[in-house]
């Protein structure tokens, strides 16, 4: 692969696959990564160097910061822990009956979510921290987005549902995915306004949480992450998408290897970065969006094969490939 000025390749990096990684709140500085060698480490990404792990019984298959000094993480073991990173410390919040595929911190109601296999989400008061219900789901979790109070659920069967954080007792809205395809990944718009919907089949939908006709009338979907050899269109699943929190615009990464920067608003794409050793597993935006972590780790698709190493790549953005043009 190229060097790249504005690009490194982060040190003690997983064993195994990259599940997920997440910056801090309000830091370009710190990163923390999930992953399937049953660890979540925290990285000080401009001294790159890894500051601490620690450690599940199991592959963990998300993470998040909840401030600052603790973080949240789950997978295979069906157990939610949290750590302290100030003391070194970790403890069980809590478990579900199934692996939990996402682990989400929510501000605006400052609640912690979680999604599983069990096909339910529940909650948890980070101040004690303990249960804060269970919300049963039509099939598996299997990713979930917060949007200021609002959460978005994507499920196996390609249903999507919208939970008000602050009254869920009962489900504001539920869709079909507009995609025919498994859905993979949902992340939403910084604005509020909707979310962006990937699925296995190459393709991206934007889609708007407003109901009403006029505001559904703008929603649309666009094939990407496809590769033409020798006359036959190949065609990745998008595996993962990251906002750009001051423009709204957004990352995509697939089983291709390559991340590409659109503009929904304007339904144009930005730019399209090198490509990548394998599959881009997961993506994120620091708060001011100058920096991209893009996680390049081999998620199995084609089964049992000699692959690339797991890798993160720390990425300089600027305006000209992030800002709407």
């Known amino acids: 692969m190229p060097e790249v000025s504005n690009e490194y390749k982060l040190n003690q990096c997983a064993s195994d696959g990259i599940s997920s990684v997440k910056f801090g709140p309000n830091t370009s ?8 060698d049953e660890t979540v480490r925290l990285y000080d990404i401009e001294a790159n160097v890894m500051r601490t792990k620690y450690n599940h019984t199991h592959a963990v298959l998300d993470c998040c910061f909840y401030d600052q000094t603790h973080t949240y993480s789950a997978g295979l073991d069906h157990t939610l822990k949290t750590f302290d990173i100030n003391t070194n410390t970790e403890s069980v919040v809590g478990t579900h009956e199934a692996p939990v595929k996402c682990v989400e911190y929510c501000p605006d109601v400052n609640v912690i979510v979680t999604g599983s296999w069990d096909q339910t989400v529940k909650l948890w008061d980070p101040r004690t921290p303990c249960n804060a219900g269970s919300f049963s789901q039509p099939d598996k979790v299997y990713t979930m987005a917060v949007s200021g109070d609002r959460l978005i659920v994507g499920t196996a069967g390609r249903k999507v549902l919208v939970w008000d954080l602050r009254n869920m007792g009962y489900v504001q809205q539920r869709r079909d995915s ?6 993979r990944c949902i992340r939403s718009f910084p604005s509020k306004q909707g979310y962006v919907l990937s699925s296995i089949e190459g393709r991206v939908a934007v889609e708007y949480l407003d109901p009403s006709p006029e505001v559904q009338k703008k929603k649309y979907a666009f094939k990407c992450h496809r590769l033409k050899v020798n006359g036959i269109e190949n065609i990745y699943p998008v595996n993962a998408i990251a906002f750009h929190n001051l423009h709204n615009t957004f990352a995509t990464g697939g089983s291709d290897g390559f991340v590409n920067i659109w503009d929904g608003f304007n339904k144009k794409r930005l730019c399209q970065f090198h490509r990548y050793p394998t599959t881009i597993s997961s993506l ?13 780790s081999y998620m199995f698709e084609e089964g049992e094969q000699d692959h690339p190493e797991d890798a993160i790549y720390i990425r300089r953005v600027t305006d ?6």
């Open 29 to 36: 500085q710190f990163l923390l990564v999930s992953s399937w």
């Open 178 to 183: 507009s995609l025919k395809y498994q859905t």
């Open 284 to 296: 994120a935006f620091s708060k001011d969006g100058s920096v991209l972590a893009i996680a390049s």
């Open 320 to 325: 000209q490939e992030t800002k709407p043009k």
